[in-house]
């Protein structure tokens, strides 16, 4: 039932406004503290800005826009998609 | 219900940036450190404060987000808060009214845990200006537990807290609110009769944790094949994460209005430019050199006043006592070289105070951000950068901030190589060096002596970063390395609270260092004041020439180790007894040159100046003065270094890997520089 075409948090653009959809975490090596930190499947986020050389992500999420820094590998455990 | 003794201890728990440092601030008037160096496992402050007659223990412990630990910082956390629950009466829970959500996370294991609790939403005008309304009344029901609103910035709802803490209002619960999985219960279950452990929670994190919980080894045996495979750690933690977070959106939902996203304004503007691409770095950058120029350019004056003022003390003594040998000592030996360490306090302030600021504002947050890619290539990542800036500082502090790196590869290196950044009491010895060996003058109108300072700060940082490197390609063991890192909103630094901390720790800087200082001074008088008898009727004459003396028979006898380098034997004394801690070094130079007659009276600087060797080629050549500023550069001349390291990775290996290598190092260096200056 993939109605959307997702992608992978590494691989969205900045400034658009997107959707946490789930994990990609076969191998169970995301780390515990994606979840913990609320970064939870249905949040909405934005990435405001990422540091040069692909360095990390400044994203925005949840209703209460908490801000986190989070490194491109590990935004390749997070599949998203984008809100129109 | 319970009621807390005089001396009760309450613990202080909540997730990072939600304001428990203000509240403790706000809450104790009486503010402790727990040692440094005890061992113990708290990281964080312990205060006290009295209320109606009782004295009420605060520890704040390190901010959390769940109680899996995933760093040193978080282990010490769940450590305590489980292992010392028979010392604490109950916990408060700091949650902050802007991010109701992730603090329940916490707070609901720990009281499914059936710890004692006490919840308290900091920020609520906050919240309230940002039309975020909180029904505290049905959130109070429905977890079922005492609740207290407070702004601890403006230091509203203290009283009632110190009121409900004394009438005991925490509350224990005896049933969990986390479902426990279908596919887990029996198993649950099954190993609560047989642990006799009615907390069914208890028993999951049992299951449910990797490391410090207790992971029983012998749980392992007790489980069959089917339900080990059911039982990985890792998925039974993210289960309850997920299973927790929905219960806690249907509380919330209940409990708060919806409001239109809110926008952090000012953070947003300010973090336009501060970890813009470009912008970001060029403030860095500028924040850095600021820090630098007013660390010199304001601790001048204060500088200037305790170097008068000792030297006075210095005059007034001798003009005021009875010549002797107690006049010797308190004159030449102990005021000089105490004065040559008290000197450098408002240095070593400024810099701290800086420090603090910055990371009490949320900036440093934003330069682990924009450096983690730039130190990824040596095998550190964003947030050893606040370790190595803080090594500026102290070696100390810095190496304990790194608990927070996750990663131990990554932990260990920034451990190793932080004690090569330039710490503060590299600065007596460069200061002094540098004076005798640059002269006064202008390179394109930059002081060549700040601009010769500059570049040993820089030596330090290139041989980290170069040491990293090489610590990274020859440490077998890969990790798997990740970085989350809250970025928090800016706030205004508690400037008090901030200088209350930084003078605590001059204090400790110039008490710790004044006591081996006086201790060495004595040490040295009393070996300079006697020498052997040159009479065959006497052992020892008293008042003998300083170089007659039994301390420069033991320089002597270590010259030869030290003559490579270019030092004579005061130095080669010098160096002996800064091994413990470098800003001896001066300590004892002082003391040394204003027991030598030979050298005319005036500052001791002036003395080292115009010191000769035997063939009239003065003492502080320029080859010598290079020679002993690299050779303070990288040595690990830091007792207190030496044992934090080792406490920190419990390896005397590592330790003395470090020890060696660094000391070979500045050994070699140094030489090399001084056989190809002279």
Known sequence: ?84 | MQTPSPGAQILLVGNPNVGKSTLFNALCNKSQKTGNYAGVTVASHSGRYLFNGKEVEIIDLPGSYSIYPDSQDEAIFTKYLLDQAHEYSGVVYVLDALNLKRGLLLFQQIQDLGIPTLLVINQIDEARRRGLTIDTEALSKLLGVEILLTNAKDREGIEAIKKAIDEGKFSQHSGITFAIPLEQKALVERIASQTKENNHYKVWTLLSSETYLGRLEALEEKLNDQESKCAVPKRLQTQETVRRYQHIAQILDKITTKTPGRKELLTEKIDSILVHKFWGYVVFLAVLLLMFQLVFFMAEIPMNWIDGLFVSLSEFISANMAEGPLRSLLAEGIVPGIGGIVIFAPQIGILLYLLYLLEDSGYMARVVFLMDRMLRPFGIGGKSIVPLISGVACAIPAIMGTRNIENTKERLITILVTPFMTCAARLPVYTIIIALIIPQDYILGIDQRALALMVMYLLGFVTAMASAFLLKKSIKQNVKTYLILDLPPYKMPQFLYDLRIVLEKVWDFISGAGKVIFAVSIILWVLSYLGPSKDSSQWVDTEVHLDDSYLAQMGKFIEPAVAPLGYDWKMGVSVLSSFAAREVFVGTMATLYSLDEDVEEGRIIDKMRSDTREDGTKVFSFATGISVLIYYAFAMQCISTIAVVYRETRSWRWTLLQLIGMSGLAYIAAMLAYQLLK
């Not at chain 1, 994990?23 to 909405?44: D, H, Q």
């Open chain 1, 1 to 84: 039932m993939e109605s959307r075409p997702s992608t992978l948090l590494s691989r969205f653009p900045l400034r658009c406004a997107g959707l946490v959809v789930d994990y990609e975490n076969p191998e169970l090596t995301m780390p515990n503290k994606i979840i913990e930190m609320g970064l939870l499947p249905g949040t909405p986020f934005i990435i405001l800005y990422q540091a040069p050389f692909r360095g990390p992500l400044y994203i925005e999420y949840g209703q209460e826009r908490t801000r986190i820094a989070l490194r491109v590998e590990e935004a390749e455990f997070i599949k998203v998609e984008a809100i129109r």
